[in-house]
């Protein structure tokens, strides 16, 4: 069967007695708190809830079956047996629950991917950590996204062809992060928080800047987001553990049209204008349109002239056709966008023709790659990828993305198609 473990981590539960007499179980009472679970209880069965955006469901009756119980937010309490017992018989349920794990925006099968689940965090796209020999990590801890873009290059969202999500145990994030910020020999690196969707779906997101700011080289912390999940409260949680700049996606102003591009009819741009508002006093904010052609040209002038207002910064991006993406229109050609960009900086007076240098972004020392394209390499299956005839393999501290196994288990022989930057692909041998 394909790998689908459940962190084994003695702290997330941690049962205590609340009341109990010598030599009787009819007073006895059990109260199991957890740190990552919440509990929402339905006509027959209760919805448990991981990290925020996730969930599985138990049936009542097998609840039942611990004892008489009551789910209150993070905890569970059950009536006339010991917290011992209560807890191991519900660890039972919650390792066999925790197989049907789904995310709850885009309702597809999950997988955690933790310290002990023998899944590396280096050489897949999707999730974990991509270096690409520059002073910029990219961190990925969780797939998944709230809207539904009609131009977006992965194919993510409410419609998404994709039928697998990841998402990963912040502390395993964080002890490969250090790992590969000591090899790097770099003391600016940036960790740039950027998704296969959206990284507000992670529960512990402050916790994961947080953890990633007290790294000595770590000296900017950058998110990409569309915005809809934060609010202020959010904004100060993120500022105050450390984040330093937030890339938030706006693509019109006109509120029909970014609807429209969003592919989501209860987008709020003025959500979304408010936050940009809040967070610019806050951190650096940088607002990131995709110019999707003659769709939302028009609406370019009116994003940098309300940045400008503001005090935010603009980074244009150019919309770009992709095989397994959404592609609304023709890409426009990069001379035909760069002079767009030169005219529009001319016409506002404003920066929009951006370089690595107002980022600071240096080369670093590469990471070695185990294998290179054409290489034989014996790798092990761990589960499904995210799209259909996809496998997720592992050889050598890498995850491979393989295509054409139809085995569920074992090992198999794959031919690697491309190596760049430590991103592996393959075909079966």
Same mark, same amino acid.
Request: aromatic letters at 10%; glycine letters at 6%.
């Given at each position: ?10 702290? =997330? ?12 179980? *009819? !007073?006895?009472? &059990? ?14 069965? %209760? ?8 969930? $599985?469901?138990?049936?009542? #009756? ?8 009551? &789910? ?13 017992? =209560? ?17 709850? +925006? ?17 050489? #897949?796209? #999707? ?25 977006? #290059? ?8 994709? %039928?697998?999500? $990841? /998402? ?12 590969? =910020? ?19 779906? +992670?529960? @512990? ?10 790294? @000595? ?28 700049? /937030? ?6 102003? !006109? @509120?029909?049209? &970014? ?16 936050? =940009?508002? +809040? ?18 040209? *028009? ?6 002239? $309300? ?8 980074? /244009?991006?150019? $919309? ?8 609304? %229109? ?29 980022? !600071? ?60 930057? !430590? ?7």
């Amino acid at each position: 069967m394909f790998l689908m473990l459940l962190q084994e981590n003695p702290e =997330a539960i941690r049962p205590k007695t609340i009341y109990k007499e010598a030599g009787s179980h *009819d !007073n006895m009472k &059990a109260q199991l708190m957890f740190n990552d679970l919440t509990f929402e209880p339905k006509e027959q069965l %209760v919805r448990i809830k991981f990290l925020k955006s996730f969930f $599985f469901d138990v049936p009542i #009756s097998e609840l039942k079956e611990i004892g008489p119980f009551e &789910a209150n937010g993070n905890s569970l309490s059950f009536e006339n047996v010991s917290d011992s017992k =209560a807890g191991q018989k519900f660890r039972f349920l919650l390792e066999r629950h925790f197989m049907d794990l789904k995310n709850i +925006y885009t309702k597809k099968a999950a997988v955690y991917v933790h310290r002990n689940s023998g899944i590396p965090l280096i050489g #897949s796209q #999707s999730f974990g950590l991509i270096d690409r020999n520059t002073s910029i990590i990219e961190v990925r801890p969780v797939t998944g996204c709230n809207l539904n873009c009609v131009y977006c #290059s992965v194919d993510e969202g409410l419609s998404t062809k994709k %039928v697998l999500d $990841f /998402i990963v145990e912040k502390d395993y994030l964080v002890q490969e992060f250090k790992k590969l =910020a000591e090899y790097k020999d770099c003391d600016h690196i940036e960790a740039h928080i950027g998704t296969q969707g959206d990284p507000t779906l +992670y529960g @512990p997101l402050v916790e994961l800047v947080r953890d990633l700011k007290a790294i @000595p080289q770590v000296k900017e912390i950058a998110m990409d987001t569309n915005g809809m999940l934060l609010d202020e409260k959010f904004v100060d949680d993120l500022a105050e553990a450390g984040m330093t700049r /937030i890339n938030l996606s706006i693509n019109a102003l !006109n @509120p029909l049209l &970014a609807k429209r591009i969003a592919g989501y009819g209860k987008y709020d741009v003025e959500h979304a204008k408010k936050i =940009a508002s +809040y967070a610019a006093k806050k951190m650096t904010l940088l607002i990131a349109p995709v110019l999707v052609g003659s769709m939302n040209r *028009d609406e370019m002038k009116k994003i940098v002239l $309300f940045a400008k207002e503001i005090g935010a910064k603009v980074g /244009i991006q150019n $919309f770009l056709n992709y095989k397994f993406g959404r592609n609304p %229109v023709k890409q426009m050609e990069w001379d035909d966008f760069y002079k767009f960009l030169t005219q529009l900086q001319e016409e506002t007076k404003f920066k929009l023709l951006l370089t690595k240098e107002d980022f !600071n972004i240096t080369y670093t020392k590469k990471v070695p790659k185990p294998f290179k394209k054409g290489d034989l390499v014996e790798a092990e299956i761990v589960c499904p990828g995210r799209l259909p005839g996809e496998t997720l393999c592992k050889a050598q501290d890498r995850c491979i993305i393989v295509m054409g196994n139809r085995k569920e288990e074992g090992k198999i022989r794959v031919r690697i198609d491309r190596s760049k930057h !430590n991103i592996f692909k393959g075909h079966l041998a």
